[in-house]
């Protein structure tokens, strides 16, 4: 066996693709959750407002009964609610100090954004809200909500690609309850829902491309 003078370990060019193989697997433990957590999402929002949006006259190619599309969009948004909730608890175990806390309050902000939603909705429909204005108030509140919050998380981790769809989200909101109802549902399946498709889609060829490179 010949010796070595160790002049391999202290190779700076070696050392730091070294440290760019662990920053991705780092990187790839936090992404992956967060790429099904987006997915969940996307399928959710296509499927349950396609849904909503099928239970009315206007869909001219399949019809799903009232009572079958309300509770299949109640089960899919539920289910992502706690899809979600158990991935991104598996997620914070692995994070300490600054990062475990930014991580902790942006979750329980998002329990309060929907909670909030969810409280004045009630409110306005105990004081007289038509149900017909519901069906336009109650998916036009939670994108406002979702929105924002994408915005706020986009600035707490400085990623421009969350921010921007934070906008989106929040003009894909702002401009369906002009379609009326069922109108409503059916943008913002396609835009709302597609574009976390999209996202999703977006965030997984850069995790791809990412890879690739930490393994050349």
Do not use: K
């Not at 396609?50 to 006259?57: F, N, Q, R, V």
Request: hydrophobic share 50%; charged share 10%.
């Amino acid at each position: 066996m010949e010796p070595t003078d160790g002049s391999d370990a202290l190779d700076p060019a070696a050392m730091l693709a070294l440290q760019e193989r662990q920053a991705s697997r780092v990187d790839d433990i936090f992404t992956r959750p967060t790429i099904a957590i987006v997915y969940i999402w996307g399928v959710a929002w296509t499927v349950g407002f396609l849904a909503l949006w099928s239970a009315s006259d206007e869909n001219p190619w399949f019809t799903t009964p009232p009572t079958v599309a309300g509770w299949l969009f109640g089960i899919l948004m539920v289910g992502g609610i706690v899809s979600s909730s158990i991935i991104g608890s598996r997620i914070s175990r692995g994070i300490q100090g600054a990062q475990q806390v930014q991580g902790t309050m942006y979750g329980i902000a998002w329990a309060i954004g929907c909670t909030a939603a969810a409280v004045l909705g009630g409110a306005l429909f105990s004081a007289g809200m038509a149900p017909e204005l519901s069906a336009i108030f109650y998916p036009a509140i939670y994108s406002l909500v979702v929105g924002l919050l994408y915005l706020a998380g986009g600035a707490v981790w400085r990623d421009r690609v969350m921010y921007g769809m934070g906008i989106w989200i929040i003009v894909v909101g702002m401009a369906a309850p002009f379609f009326g109802s069922p109108g409503n549902a059916l943008i913002m399946a396609i835009a709302g829902g597609g574009g976390f498709l999209v996202y999703a889609t977006f965030l997984e060829a850069t995790r791809r491309r990412r890879a690739h490179r930490s393994a050349v």
